[in-house]
């Protein structure tokens, strides 16, 4: 995924991707709408996590939320909530999860995938920013109700 420049290897830092394509070259749609998907731990950590987001997609920069269960923290919360900040730059996906909540505050998460399936689905691997190394792959899915919608309003 990485050319080795430091917006790609660090988009926490400059989420701008070098080179970015226009909104309508990178497809009429983007990325914004809900997505689900699950990610796993190489090291066993923990369990596999499901998790749902909203990205929202403008000229290459992404933004959104992702929730996900409780499955690390011993706060008694049953979901924890992210910001998620990152680009695309065709079909490369680059972004970082922050945890929003004071129980993972500071705790962040590198996302890098491909964009496969007619625009529908995200694979890549995550890793963990700071503390222990921890990382494993990760899938979402374009939640096709949400894509009727969101094309439905822009022809309106």
Not at 53 to 76: D, Q, Y
Not at 84 to 113: C, L, M, N, P
Request: glycine residues 12%.
């Amino acid at each position: 995924m990485s050319r080795g420049t430091p917006e790609r290897d660090h988009p926490e830092r400059d989420p701008t991707p070098s080179g970015s394509k226009s909104e309508a070259a990178q497809g009429a749609l983007g990325l914004t709408g809900f997505w689900t998907g699950v990610l796993d731990s190489e090291q066993a950590r923990f369990e596999a996590t499901p998790f749902h987001a909203f990205l929202c997609e403008e000229g290459g920069l992404l933004s959104g939320e992702m929730i996900e269960p409780n499955l690390f923290s011993p706060e008694r919360v049953l979901e924890l909530f992210a910001s998620v900040e990152g680009w695309r730059d065709g079909g490369e996906i680059a972004f970082v999860k922050t945890y929003e909540d004071a129980i993972g505050a500071g705790f962040a998460t590198r996302f890098e995938g491909a964009l496969i399936r007619e625009r529908s689905t995200i694979i890549g691997v995550w890793r963990r920013l700071g503390g222990p190394e921890e990382s494993g792959p990760f899938i979402m899915n374009r939640a096709a109700d949400a894509l009727v919608t969101i094309a439905s309003s822009r022809r309106r």
